[in-house]
């Protein structure tokens, strides 16, 4: 018996199958200009006779007609980031398009939460225009940036970003050091934000930039608490959709 996770974000969806106990298969696509074309196709490459129940979150959550059940992307993250790493307080998580504060209780409940789905900046996206700026992969960052020194970035709206590091390109300055000075700022912008919410105990950074270590590294230094995250910490709604549709499907066969 199996249970299948998908979380349609905005620059990524996931798909997670899971047998009660751990992760059987996780599968990644773009998400296209077509969100449910991407849900679909995810869909399709993981659905068997063995999947006994379905559960979609993130943006595009409705999209699939063949969910057993929609859950929240906040609900799905922490029941995600709780399994990949028990005992933590609080989840920062930074999407493509958006990023979240989620803190639990000692029980793994959601307790409160904080989404910023207002500005790009600070966001996966803002991340990638930047990266582009300086010709280099988001996944370049952490080699591209080691012994740098960061610049200073005054401004955190994309347009304006973006014009910033043309001018400082144009004086000269090396594009390692403007990488680490925008890695800086997203940093500290982000802590910033999330201790808008009270954090306590470990706290795990999820999202595609969960990915590059220098991120969780100098947002650690800003919050004065070491991050913990997982190889897997980027499918974290996802898991926690596949965990949620387990239980779902166990008080099921239960009842029966």
């Known amino acids: 018996m199996l249970t299948l996770g998908i979380d349609s974000g905005s620059t990524t969806t996931k798909a997670v199958l899971f047998d009660g106990t751990s992760i059987v298969r996780k599968e990644m696509v773009k998400t296209s200009a077509n969100p449910k074309e991407s849900m679909y196709f995810l869909y399709k490459t993981l659905m068997s006779k063995e999947v006994v129940y379905v559960v979609t979150t993130g943006y595009g959550r409705d999209l699939l007609e063949e969910a057993n059940k929609t859950v929240t992307e906040i609900t799905c993250h922490a029941r995600g980031a709780s399994f990949l790493e028990p005992n ?30 207002k500005c790009a900046a600070g966001t996966g996206r803002f991340v990638e225009v930047m990266s582009r ?112 549709g387990w239980q779902k499907a166990m008080r099921i066969k239960k009842n029966r």
């Open 88 to 117: 933590i307080g609080a989840i920062i998580d930074i999407g493509g398009q958006d990023s979240k504060v989620i803190v639990l209780d000692r029980d793994q409940n959601v307790v409160d939460f904080l989404m910023n789905d």
């Open 133 to 244: 700026n300086l010709g280099k992969e988001i996944k370049e960052l952490n080699e591209f940036v080691k012994g740098r020194n960061p610049i200073a970035i005054s401004s955190m709206c994309t347009v304006f970003a973006e014009s910033e590091i043309v001018s400082l390109l144009a004086k000269g300055e090396n594009a390692g050091d403007i990488a680490l000075g925008i890695i800086h700022s997203i940093c500290k912008r982000t802590a910033v934000f999330a201790q808008k919410l009270p954090l306590e105990g470990h706290i795990f950074f999820s999202g595609g930039l969960s990915r590059i270590p220098i991120f969780y590294e100098v947002l650690g230094e800003y919050l004065n608490e070491p991050i913990k995250t997982s190889i897997d910490a980027q499918y974290a709604g996802a898991i926690g959709a596949a965990i949620i």
